[in-house]
Every structure is written in C-alpha cells, then in structure tokens.
C-alpha cells in the first residue's frame, strides 16, 4: 500500500501553493508535516485526501491513478484541528457514524466502535455525550471516528493544537502506539519541531510550498540538506553567522577560530556559514574548547525551569535557551559560548556542506 505524489502542484489564481512536488508514502508509517503556517502542510494534505485537484501532476494510490477522483470514493480519513464531533449523538454513536453511512451491519458496527474505543481508551464513555467529556477525550473521540473507517490514508491537521499542554503530551504518546496497530499510512501536520521528534516516524519539512527534505525524522533533524531545513526543525529557528575557512581554521570573527576536523577539513577555503541550535548556546563554558562571542541582551523569557535569551551580535540576532532561571540585565553586554562540535556548516547558497560532529555521533 503506497501513496504516491507525481510532479504534484497546485496554483490559486496565479498565486503556487505548492510547487512541483514528489512523495512516497508507505503503508503503516507515521508520516509528519513540519513547516510554520502557510508553509503548504493544509494544501498538501487537501491533495492528498482529493478533496483539491493539482494543477499539474499525478496521485497515485496502490498504483493506481487517483487524480481527480472524488474523496467520498477514497478510503480517507481526516481529522481537523477543530474537532468535531455530533453533540446530539452518544460518544458511540459519534464513532459509529461513518459506518453506519456506508450500510455495515450492526455486528460489524458494534465489533469496530469497540476497537476503536479501546485503542482510543474511550470504552467506559460510550454511552456519553461528547460535551460530557474533557478537550482530550473529544479529541480521541474524533480520532476513533476517524480510524473506525479502516481508512488506508488518515490525515492529521494539527488534531492536538487547540489542547492544553498535559493532554497534547499524553495523546502524543498515545498516538504512534495507536497508528502502528491500525496498520494505515498516517499523515501529521505540525508546526512544533518537538512533536515531529516526539512522534517519530518520517518527516517532510516545508518551506513556502517546497518540501525541502523527507527522511526518518532523526536524520532531518541531525542532517538537514540546507539551512533553511535547518531553520524549520528547530524551535526557536538556527542561528546562523557568516564564516570563513583558512587552511586548518575556521574563523568566526571577532577573533574566534577553531581547527576544522573531520568533514570540515575536506572543504575548500572560502566563506561559509554556519548554525547552531539555541540549546547550544551556554552563558558559561561548558568545554575547553568553546569559542567565546561577546553579545548585547536584548530580551528574557522565562519558562519556569529554563530561559531564552534574545541576543545582538553585530546586528545578527540570536536566541538562546539556557538552562535554569537566571537573573541577567537588558541591554548589558553578555559573553556566551559555543561548543564548535555543535556547530553546521553551510555553503554560501544554504547547502549542507557539513553537519556538526555531535549529529554525526548520535
């Protein structure tokens, strides 16, 4: 069972919406949309489930050639950020519904709604309307409405935004177990780096209507192909400083260089840049080997356990997330470090030329 996107775009009025894309989706994967909004996630998706035709291009499903072809004729399932479930209706009836629609029998209805319900944790609310329950068990709800079809496509568009933090960590744990035992092929939108990593799986990042990259998750994340990959799969985005290679240094200005190692070393002197993440900015040396650069803080925001830094250094701007709570003065010069293995290398048109070491030794 395979979904796949030949040459797919889509135009609006003359606006692209999305560019020429191929895609290979394969049965009984976890398949994650990345990109912030307006990226392209809604509309590939809406091609996907038929419910839009492409401008140009073909969508195959088990090799057959499903352009066009209405979404009522498709085994698709979706399921909305805006849950929505029959308030008139009992929590098993909600679920029940899409079966009862195509003619199964009562047997058949009452086998699947408890399956689902099972997997879903939803068994001893059946007989509850669905404004009798939690934000969460609404959305799982939906959910089991959506896998009761036995769809082989169920796509996802950000089903856990609109939740509270406890209840989106608790159905992201929950929601790759379910989908490895129905077997279908999913599809995840999410503008949330962390949840991309959480579900696992594959992911395409997107980027104005481009996917950029698609690959298992962890190597989009440890091995973007070009920094603004990069920028997408991480939260808050790569920070990013024009370099330069000389023989067997790379300088960073300011008087900061290090011994180019590894891949680095390989690379043909020129200018570069380079990123690194906001978890890997430190505002005390963590290594011996950490190059130091002098910043301007320009803002705080403390979440409790950690803070991010919003920094100015020679008009590049930054932000870093350290750990703990820290009592440092605006606009006051502030010294950070940075670990060179934590750092990527891009080429002077945003291709990954190398990742950082660490990435490569995870």
């Not at 944790?121 to 959506?146: F, H, I, N, V, Y």
């Not at 024009?242 to 960073?252: A, D, L, R, W």
């Not at 200005?253 to 900015?281: E, P, V």
Request: with cysteine; charged share 20%; aromatic share 6%.
């Amino acid at each position: 069972m395979t979904l796949e996107l030949r040459g797919v775009s889509k135009s609006v009025e003359g606006a692209v919406h999305i560019h020429p894309t191929d895609l290979t989706l394969k049965k009984g994967t976890m398949n994650v949309l990345l990109g912030p909004t307006l990226s392209g996630k809604t509309s590939l998706m809406r091609l996907m489930a038929g419910l839009d035709v492409p401008t140009e291009g073909t969508i195959h499903w088990e090799g057959k050639d499903v352009t066009g072809m209405r979404v009522q004729e498709r085994k698709v399932a979706m399921v909305y950020q805006q849950f929505i479930n029959y308030p008139s209706m009992t929590v098993y009836e909600n679920i029940a519904s899409p079966l009862k629609l195509i003619g199964k029998s009562a047997s058949e209805i009452d086998a699947a709604v408890k399956k689902s319900a099972d997997l879903m944790q939803l068994t001893p609310m059946l007989d509850r309307k669905p404004l009798e329950l939690s934000g969460g068990q609404q959305q799982r709800c939906a959910l089991a409405r959506a896998l009761v079809k036995d769809a082989g496509l169920v796509l996802l568009d950000e089903p856990l935004a609109n939740l509270d933090y406890k209840l989106r960590e608790e159905l992201r744990v929950e929601i790759p177990k379910i989908f490895e035992e129905a077997g279908s092929i999913f599809v995840y939108a999410t503008t949330e780096p962390e949840e991309a990593l959480l579900l696992g799986g594959n992911t395409a990042a997107l980027w104005e209507g481009r996917v950029r990259q698609f690959d298992l998750t962890p190597t989009v994340y440890r091995r973007p192909t070009d920094a603004t990959t990069a920028r997408v799969f991480s939260d808050p985005p790569m920070n990013f400083l024009n370099v330069s290679k000389t023989g067997p240094k790379i300088m960073f200005g300011g008087g900061q260089s290090s011994i180019a190692t590894g891949l680095i070393a390989d690379l043909t002197d020129g200018r570069y840049i380079a990123g690194f993440r906001a978890n890997h900015i430190e505002i005390t040396a963590q290594t011996s080997g950490a190059m130091s650069f002098d910043t301007k803080l320009i803002v705080t925001e403390l979440t409790g356990s950690e803070t991010f830094v919003h920094l100015d250094h020679g008009g590049e701007k930054w932000v870093g997330l350290i750990h703990g709570v820290h009592n440092l003065q605006l606009g006051a010069s502030l010294p950070i470090y940075i670990d060179p293995s934590h750092v990527y290398l891009f080429n002077e048109n945003g291709d990954l030329v190398a990742p950082a070491s660490y990435a490569l030794a995870a």
